[in-house]
């Protein structure tokens, strides 16, 4: 998943939404839903009021009725949009193709879990590469599409398609072989969706049972974006004329989901943190995790940006994808955590701190992060916590 704004699976997507590439002079992408930071998305925003208009029920109470924020993520899946931009993200789901069709010995026979299902693309790979059975557990109305896909395909012997949340579903089998699952948010964590699949796997997944994928982990380094700052952030100090700067301070809050062109990265990419989805516990994605940025060249820094990648060591051969600047774009893009400071860093500097990120006490899938850092350099000399929200 991913949602990913701009992905955000569509629609609870964090602030994100604009393409960047600053510095490279290249066009801006087109800005993605809900992307409310950017005046120019409002064509898209209301075209998509209008299109969601034709199916709402006039029974549900639209905006200001008592939803909560969970409600609308997992309103959000249930319109096909998000599906359709998730599978279309030929890295992410190419790979968890290649994963199942290319290791079917790992499937052949066994009981699988598919936890958040979606449209069934992953039971779906499973099922074809001979699994014994795939449940396939989605919370939202698309586990309605799901059973109609599953039966469309023939795969009704084969695969269970249970609407619920997996926290509150009755599983037919009292263990699975393998879970597979698709969780991963902007910046990794945003959405929380791991602990759904911890939570699956302290439940049902045999001893000695695989998860897949195993491995993510998260990364940091930093680049020049002045054109960009400039465009999203500096923008408010003089709208039309008029100050408008106690918004900057709350766009400075809010990670910018968005590419980020290899040309801008100044410094090498820094290892945050490595999780092992099969061992860890509900308590290690929250953590605190020391930097060292050091500078390729001479250049100004604006930003931090971090990515993650996600690896199935299970596989025959060790298979993964990166959503990093370096690597082909997918709809997680990059997290850009802009700096209150521009940085005049000199090649060979090193830019040191440390991240914490943890999920927000009152509203669990919206992460919390704080980056404290300094840089004692021979032309600038600045030390700094920032702290910033991905919601
Ligand atoms: N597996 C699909 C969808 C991935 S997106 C694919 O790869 O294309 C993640 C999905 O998990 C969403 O459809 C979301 O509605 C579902 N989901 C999230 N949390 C869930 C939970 N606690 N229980 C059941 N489904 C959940």
Same mark, same amino acid.
Not at 69 to 84: K, L, N, Q, R, T
Not at 330 to 338: A, D, G, P, R, S
């Given at each position: 998943m991913g949602r990913r704004k701009g992905g955000n699976k569509g629609g609870v997507t964090p602030s994100s939404g604009q393409s960047s590439s600053s510095g490279t002079g290249s066009a801006?992408?087109?800005?993605?839903?809900? +992307?409310?930071?950017?005046?120019?998305?409002?064509?898209?925003?209301?075209?998509?009021?209008?299109?969601? +208009?034709?199916?709402?029920?006039?029974?549900?109470?639209?905006?200001?009725?008592?939803?909560? +924020?969970?409600? &609308?993520? %997992?309103?959000? &899946?249930?319109?096909?949009?998000?599906?359709?931009?998730?599978?279309?993200?030929?890295?992410?789901?190419?790979? &968890?193709?290649?994963? @199942?069709?290319?290791?079917? %010995?790992?499937?052949?026979?066994?009981?699988?879990?598919?936890?958040?299902?979606?449209?069934g693309i992953l039971s779906l790979f499973c099922a074809k590469a001979g699994a014994k059975h795939v449940y396939a557990v989605e919370c939202s109305l698309m586990a309605d599409m799901a059973k109609e896909i599953v039966e469309a395909n023939g795969y009704s012997n084969v695969i269970t398609v249970l609407k619920g949340k997996v926290e509150e579903i009755v599983l037919p089998v009292s263990d699975v072989d393998i879970i597979i699952s698709e969780w991963m948010g902007y910046f990794l964590l945003f959405e929380n969706m791991l602990n759904t699949v911890l939570y699956a796997r302290d439940k049902w997944l045999v001893k000695d049972g695989i998860v897949l994928p195993d491995i993510a982990s998260l990364y940091l380094t930093a680049i020049e974006d002045a054109d960009y700052k400039e465009d999203k952030i500096e923008f408010w100090n003089n709208v039309y004329g008029f100050n408008m700067s106690c918004i900057k301070k709350q766009a400075?809050?809010?990670?910018?989901?968005?590419?980020?062109?290899?040309?801008? @990265?100044?410094?090498?990419?820094?290892?945050?943190?490595?999780?092992?989805? +099969?061992?860890?516990?509900?308590?290690?994605?929250? #953590?605190?995790?020391?930097?060292?940025?050091?500078?390729?060249?001479?250049? &100004? @820094?604006?930003?931090?940006?971090?990515? #993650?990648?996600?690896?199935?060591?299970?596989?025959?051969?060790?298979?993964? #994808?990166?959503?990093?600047?370096?690597?082909?774009?997918?709809?997680?893009?990059?997290?850009?955590?802009?700096?209150?400071?521009?940085?005049? @860093?000199c090649q060979g500097e090193a830019l040191v701190g440390s991240l914490s990120v943890e999920p927000n006490k009152k509203n669990p899938r919206d992460v919390d992060i704080v980056l404290k850092y300094s840089l004692n350099g021979q032309r600038c000399q600045v030390a700094r916590t920032q702290q910033y929200r991905m919601r």
């Open positions: 801006p992408e087109v800005p993605a839903k809900m +992307s409310v930071a950017d005046p120019e998305g409002v064509d898209e925003i209301l075209e998509e009021r209008t299109e969601s +208009s034709n199916l709402d029920d006039p029974a549900e109470p639209l905006i200001g009725s008592d939803k909560t +924020s969970a409600d &609308y993520y %997992f309103d959000s &899946y249930s319109h096909f949009g998000i599906h359709e931009e998730m599978l279309k993200d030929t890295v992410r789901t190419k790979t &968890y193709q290649n994963v @199942i069709y290319q290791n079917t %010995f790992l499937f052949k026979d066994k009981v699988v879990l598919d936890v958040g299902a979606g449209t400075m809050l809010e990670p910018l989901v968005d590419t980020v062109d290899q040309n801008q @990265i100044v410094t090498n990419c820094q290892l945050l943190k490595t999780m092992d989805i +099969s061992k860890m516990s509900i308590g290690d994605a929250s #953590f605190t995790a020391p930097f060292k940025l050091v500078a390729e060249r001479n250049d &100004y @820094i604006h930003a931090l940006v971090a990515y #993650f990648d996600v690896s199935f060591t299970k596989c025959h051969k060790r298979t993964g #994808f990166s959503t990093g600047p370096r690597s082909k774009a997918t709809h997680w893009k990059q997290t850009v955590l802009y700096l209150e400071d521009v940085l005049t @860093i």
